[in-house]
């Protein structure tokens, strides 16, 4: 059983940048897959950015260039540094993880999420 809890989200002006992070409770926390979804309103849940236990990282399209995934297996963090951020990164924020990240499968772990408000 993993339980993830996300804190960092905000309000900011567009352009301007924010540090999520996410601590896991999970007993060889570096053996699993961990990443980054976000939902806007009215719209699906999306990937953000994930980063494999091999330290392996990938990204959304939309975000890459501007978002960074980083991990800290020694204090079971997940980090999520978002620069040049646009008004369409509005979104809640959901940290999640899994043994392994199936490309067609959502995770199986997931935070309660930390909204982030970028304004134009």
């Known amino acids: 059983q993993v339980q993830l809890v996300e804190s960092g989200g905000g309000l900011v002006q567009a352009g301007g940048s924010l540090r999520l992070s996410c601590a896991a409770s999970?007993?060889?926390?570096?053996?699993?897959?961990a990443g980054w979804y976000r939902q806007a309103p009215g719209k699906e849940r999306e990937f953000v950015a994930r980063?494999?236990?091999?330290?392996?990282?990938s990204y959304a399209d939309s975000v890459q260039g501007r978002f960074t995934i980083s991990r800290d297996n020694a204090n079971n963090t997940i980090d999520l540094q978002m620069n040049s951020l646009k008004p369409e990164d509005t979104a809640i924020y959901y940290c999640?993880?899994?043994?392994?990240?199936?490309?067609?499968?959502?995770?199986?772990?997931w935070g309660q999420g930390t909204q982030v408000t970028v304004s134009s």
């Open positions: 999640a993880a899994d043994s392994y990240f199936h490309p067609n499968l959502p995770p199986d772990y």
């Open positions: 999970a007993r060889s926390f570096s053996s699993y897959d």
């Open positions: 980063i494999s236990r091999r330290n392996i990282a």
